[in-house]
């Protein structure tokens, strides 16, 4: 949302870090508070996730090159 409307460098200057839409929510909040921003009017998140937002190459490949753990709820022989 804050891409679209071009706000985004406001609470994220350096925004290639990938900030999580939590971090984003709570910066602009901040800024509701503290810089009297305007407070915008909640839209719905989308259903499906995005692709994640990687701030490097070596973070997307340490993110795709990690050993994925499951729990075994049941032990059966």
């Known amino acids: 949302m804050f891409n679209l409307v071009g706000l985004r460098r ?4 350096h925004w290639f870090r990938g900030l999580s839409y ?7 909040l901040k800024g509701v508070v503290n810089k009297g921003r305007l407070l915008l009017t909640p ?15 070596k973070a997307k490949s340490d993110y795709y090159d990690q050993i994925w753990f499951s729990r075994i709820r049941s032990w059966s022989v």
């Not at 839209?43 to 190459?57: K, Y």
Request: proline content about 19%; some cysteine; hydrophobic content about 40%.
């Open 10 to 13: 406001q609470v994220d200057p």
């Open 43 to 57: 839209v719905p998140l989308l259903p499906i996730d995005p692709q994640p937002c990687f701030a490097s190459h």
């Open 22 to 28: 939590l971090k984003i929510g709570l910066r602009w």
